[in-house]
Nanobody
């Protein structure tokens, strides 16, 4: 079992920055993928950024590439999403997630929320112009 608690959301003006955090607990020995997703009203949940936890390899959606950075601090058991140059279209509920134990995700599969077994409660990000 893996437990996730995400935090750090808030309201910010366009061009501003936020850093989201996800506190991770439980047995993550066989958790190889973690990620950040977001969901805006009327839209499907979409993958934003993902990390292979053992190698540290990261992947970012085209819409956020160059602006958002996913990272992990193993000593603190925390996953981060640094969000810079925020745009109004980034407004959404953001969720951290952990992949199914022992699974490896290839290609676009890492962006599919159905491939993740554990979720944080969500933290709201609002970007105003």
């Amino acid at each position: 079992q893996v437990q996730l608690v995400d935090s750090g959301g808030g309201s910010v003006q366009a061009g501003g920055s936020l850093r989201l955090s996800c506190a991770v607990s439980g047995d993550t020995t066989r958790t190889y993928y973690m990620g950040w997703f977001r969901q805006a009203p009327g839209k499907e949940r979409e993958g934003v950024a993902h990390i292979r936890t053992d190698s540290g390899s990261t992947y970012h959606a085209d819409s956020v590439k160059g602006r958002f950075t996913i990272s992990q601090d193993n000593d603190k058991n925390t996953l981060y999403l640094q969000m810079n140059s925020l745009k109004p279209e980034d407004t959404a509920m953001y969720y951290c997630a952990a992949g199914r134990a022992g699974t490896t995700l290839y290609g676009v599969a890492k962006y599919n929320p159905r491939n993740y077994a554990y979720w944080g409660q969500g933290t709201q990000v609002i970007v105003s112009s």
